[in-house]
């Protein structure tokens, strides 16, 4: 690795850092409806939607009727966004789109209710404004503001003694779109802005060229095009900034364009570059800092965001090594001084503003980030750079994660490290003072075990039914992996892709939405049981004899529970795929 290469994310953590630590605290008075400098400038836009909606916000309820609050939620949103896509040639500013098929617009309403923004077209070419807008844009802050609820849910449950409930579902969601999306939507759509103005990519209106689209041309006045069938290319122009910013911040990644981050309208510059990464785990890191105010033991933020973090680097280091070295086969073809030429590394599928080290480390950043927004192609990448984002997923995504799904589960992978140490030293396992008992652990496997299922039997279903086999454009270990890569980012929530794949299919487009739903919703139910069952218990106090939850030792085990837990299980699939064909790739040196 380059100094460059080293020195690019070691800067990007510390940042990360220095921002995270004073937003956690933020988010921790949000959720607790504190009466701050902060809060008070949107607090009349709070009590008017509480207003609108009938929301009380004294009143709490039990996790059950959290959680039912919180189905019925999403589920509307689904079928609102369906509706949209459906009879978006009659909604305004559409520029003459046609209506979604009706699997592809299930396929989407599910990915953006769910927070996975999976998306099987090509945004710019098939959705006018009122859809990118009204439908994609605003899911990407409900759904986040879903998972993010679901985390003060749980941490409620640790922090509570004998308690009946665990929040108020449709408070919180209120209270983190108001007070923490949207005003940090605003300053990243800002920052964002500053870096495209010379471009002027956002717009809410569109040149007339081909139905809306924005004709390029040279320094001499001629059309730009690459395609033989047309004299001019057409860039699409509309609200970018709106969408981008929230897209990053929400961990949903739905790019307004079908490039998504690696368009230069939508990711411009290395400094773009840099503001979108930090956009995507800022959420995430944050979380930690937040859990830690709530449970009143900064000990236990710490400690979770220092495990995540030492993952983050570990994986980084990988990615961008590997995509740094490039192809063996393509380095071997290449003597004496042209050999430098090839020092740059694997550039396929990438940008050369962003080069291979900052490409594989956004790759890493979006994956680790549950987001799904790509500044390459990550089909193009190695296949030891391509198994670092994959196996990121594969983890549960609770490497940070998506906004309170990676903490929350990063959190159920903590109970099971407890409860393994407490079988092992004879005692009763306990979390944060809580006793861990049968139901939390039918729960935790409950949430832990679906997706790698869900995973597993959609890459098996797929490679075995004429269907499935249909999508693949790269027969041998890369189309098993393209597969594989598929259903580990729809059941994670991810949303990024190898996208040699063609999965705009009904088959895809029905078993990705199945992967994304069931993904997203049974550990969330799961994790509210959780929370309901700790916040009736006692809180037992510190003891020496009990196994402390923060330092060294605990990130150990915590981090061998994750791998353990999570990597084991697809090890025989990733034979399959990335590992064997890294195998063939250096067979030919």
């Not at 001019?232 to 490039?259: C, H, K, M, R």
């Not at 088959?507 to 309901?532: H, K």
Request: aromatic content about 8%.
């Amino acid at each position: 690795m380059t100094l460059e290469a080293w020195l690019q994310p070691l800067a990007y953590l510390a940042a990360l850092t220095l921002i995270a630590r004073p937003l956690g605290r933020w988010i921790a008075d949000v959720l607790a409806g504190a009466d701050t400098l902060l809060t008070r400038p949107l607090r009349p836009l709070e009590r008017a939607l509480m207003w609108v909606c009938g929301v009380d916000p004294r009143a709490e309820s039990g996790w059950l009727r959290y959680a039912q609050s919180l189905l019925l939620f999403n589920l509307a949103g689904a079928l609102f966004l369906y509706g949209v896509l459906r009879l978006q040639p009659w909604l305004p500013l559409s520029f003459g789109r046609a209506s979604v098929a009706p699997d592809l617009a299930f396929n989407t309403a599910i990915s953006f209710a769910t927070n996975t923004s999976w998306q099987a077209y090509a945004g710019e070419q098939v959705l006018g404004h009122a859809a990118q807008m009204l439908g994609l844009t605003s899911q990407c802050f409900l759904s986040c503001a879903t998972g993010i609820a679901t985390l003060a849910a749980l941490t409620r449950g640790f922090s509570r003694h004998t308690a009946s409930s665990v929040g108020n579902f449709w408070v919180d969601v209120i209270r983190i779109t108001v007070h923490v999306l949207l005003p940090l939507a605003v300053v990243v759509s800002v920052l964002l802005v500053g870096e495209w103005h010379t471009l002027e990519p956002t717009t809410w209106t569109q040149p007339a060229v081909d139905a809306g689209g924005h004709a390029i041309t040279d320094a001499a006045g001629r059309g730009i095009s690459e395609s033989k069938t047309s004299d001019v290319q057409t860039v699409w122009l509309g609200p970018v900034a709106s969408q981008t910013a929230i897209e990053l911040i929400s961990g949903d990644g739905g790019g307004f364009y079908n490039a998504n981050s690696s368009h230069p309208w939508a990711n411009p510059t290395a400094l773009s570059n840099f503001i979108s990464m930090l956009a995507i785990l800022l959420l995430p890191c944050a979380l930690c800092f937040t859990f830690g105010h709530m449970v009143a033991d900064m000990r236990q933020g710490w400690t979770l965001y220092a495990a995540m973090a030492l993952v983050l680097v570990a994986m980084a280091v990988v990615a961008i090594s590997a995509e740094q070295s490039g192809n063996p086969a393509l380095q071997s073809l290449v003597a004496g001084s042209q050999h430098d030429a090839v020092q740059v590394g694997n550039l396929e599928g990438k940008e050369t503003r962003f080069g291979a080290g900052g490409s594989a480390l956004f790759a890493t950043v979006t994956t680790a980030g549950g987001d799904g927004a790509v500044n390459s192609m990550h089909d193009s990448y190695t296949p030891l750079g391509g198994l670092v984002p994959m196996l990121l997923m594969q983890l549960g995504e609770v490497i940070f994660g998506g906004p309170g799904s990676g903490l929350y589960g990063m959190l159920l992978y903590a109970i099971t490290a407890v409860f393994v140490a407490g079988l092992m030293i004879g005692r009763a396992p306990e979390y944060l003072g809580k006793k861990i008992e049968a139901f939390e652990m039918k729960m935790v496997s409950l949430a832990i075990l679906v997706p790698p299922c869900l995973v597993l039997a959609g890459t098996a279903v797929a490679v075995l039914t004429d269907a499935g086999r249909a999508g693949i454009a790269n027969p041998g270990p890369h189309g098993f992996s393209e597969i594989l890569y598929a259903y580990s980012s729809t059941a994670n929530n991810n949303g990024s892709a190898f996208a040699g794949l063609s999965v705009n299919t009904p088959f895809y487009n029905l078993t990705t939405a199945l992967a994304m739903w069931f993904g997203r919703f049974v550990p969330i139910v799961a994790v509210l049981a959780i929370a309901g069952s700790l916040a009736a218990k006692k809180r037992r106090e510190d003891n020496a004899g009990a196994l402390p939850t923060h330092g060294g030792l605990f990130i150990a085990l915590l981090l061998g529970t994750v791998f353990l837990f999570g990597a084991l299980t697809y090890v025989p699939a990733l034979a399959l795929g990335p590992v064997i064909e890294h195998i063939q790739m250096t067979a030919h040196r």
